[in-house]
Structures are given as C-alpha cells and as structure tokens.
C-alpha cells in the first residue's frame, strides 16, 4: 500500500545530542513537509520541499535541518540548538504544493 | 498576516446530534485553499476537504458538510447525526495559492459520547 513512513515512532534525546527523524513516502508526491505539534497549538510548519534538491524553511526552523537528497526521503534533524524539543513531530506529502497533504503517523520526541 | 482562528477547543456531543466546527481565517491572499483535516486518536492527520477561494458552493459528503462564505471568511463544518467514531480532533487550515505556506487553526477537540 502506498503512504508515509515516519520512524521511529518514539525517539529519546539527550541534551546537545542531534537527532534524525526519517520520513519516507512511496506516493510518488513531489512536496513533502514537516510540521511540529505542541499542545494546544495546532501544527506550526517547520520546513517543506516542492521538489528533490530544494527545501525552504517553513514558520519555525531554527534548531531543525532537512535535505531532500531523494524524491522518497526527507528526514528532519533536530539539533542541539533547539532548546524545546519535545513535541509530535508530523510528516507531510501531497502531489503538488497546493494538492492535498498525506500524513505520516508522526514521532514524538522526548529530551532525557 | 495568515491566520487560522479555532475558537472552540473541546467540544462535546451526544451520539445523533448535529454539531458544527467553526473556522475563520485571514489572509492577504486573493487567492488561496481552505482544508479540513480529522486527526483520531492514533495521530494521523486524515484529509476531509480542499476548497479554493473561487468556489462558495457549499460541499456535502455523506453526514459531513461545509459551509465556505467569503464575506465572513469563515469555513465552517457540520456533522450531522454525529457518532462515536467522529471523535477526533479536527484541523482547519489555510495555504497560499501555490501551496508554499500551510496555516493551521489550534484544532478542536471533538468527543462524541454514547
């Protein structure tokens, strides 16, 4: 079947480690996101990609880092600079920008 | 500035009622989309509607339907007859014409209760 793949689905930091969520998507979707979810709110965008080679920064990409080295792949790394990490983090891909987005089933990050 | 107001955080219904989801937006935007998104308790967020900024028709789909008014701008959805599995918590949201920016609303909290 065809859809989002994000892992792990837990993932445990220590303070000034760096972190790599991966998010694989066999849809064939040229866009891909990742969105950040605190409590209370909402999902805040933190960096999108409209094709491979190319990647913006989204509302709130300080501490974060992606590459889209791949049309399937867009892992997200969470570095040391991000002081608040802990959250729900969700991958996104529609087929265009505009199209409707397809969502993994998120990781939630935790800091030791 | 882009902006997606929720202002209902929780809300809670008897199994059959009626129940309507408020949205209201802001945008500079003459262009633009409007999304519902359901996000169940397993976390992924499940796609419910798209609507660009020229249709005002309103939408039905089985016991789900959304009112879009311009003036307003507001995007409301109604549940009608509401069950059990439509807890959940829904997301409105909003993206600019090419889909380079996605806004989404706080989310409201849903609980259908037998």
């Known amino acids: 079947d065809g859809g989002i793949t994000q892992s792990p689905k837990y993932l445990f930091r220590k303070e000034g480690q760096n972190v790599t969520l991966s998010c694989e998507q066999n849809l064939n979707h040229d866009a891909m996101y990742w969105y950040r979810q605190d409590p209370g709110q909402g999902l805040r965008l933190i960096y999108y990609?409209?094709?491979?080679?190319?990647?913006q920064k989204g509302d709130i990409a300080e501490g974060y880092s992606v590459s889209r080295e791949k049309k399937e792949s867009f892992p997200l790394t969470v570095t040391s600079a991000q002081k608040n990490p802990t959250a729900f983090y969700l991958c996104a891909s529609s087929m265009r920008g505009n199209q409707p987005q397809h969502f993994g089933d998120g990781t939630r990050l935790s800091i030791l | 500035a882009q902006k997606v107001t929720q202002a209902q955080t929780e809300i809670s219904v008897v199994e059959k009622e009626d129940v309507t989801l408020d949205c209201v937006y802001e945008?500079?935007?003459?262009?633009?989309?409007l999304f519902w998104y359901k996000q169940p308790p397993s976390g992924e967020l499940v796609f419910l509607i798209r609507r660009n900024s020229f249709d005002e028709q309103n939408e039905i789909s089985g016991r789900y339907s959304w009112n879009f008014q311009k003036s307003t701008s507001s995007f409301n959805f109604t549940i009608t007859a509401s069950q059990v599995v439509d807890s959940a918590v829904y997301f409105c949201a909003l993206s600019d014409w090419a889909g380079n920016q996605f806004y989404f609303g706080t989310g409201t909290s849903l609980t259908v209760i037998p």
């Open positions: 945008t500079r935007d003459t262009t633009y989309y």
């Open positions: 990609s409209q094709i491979v080679n190319d990647f």
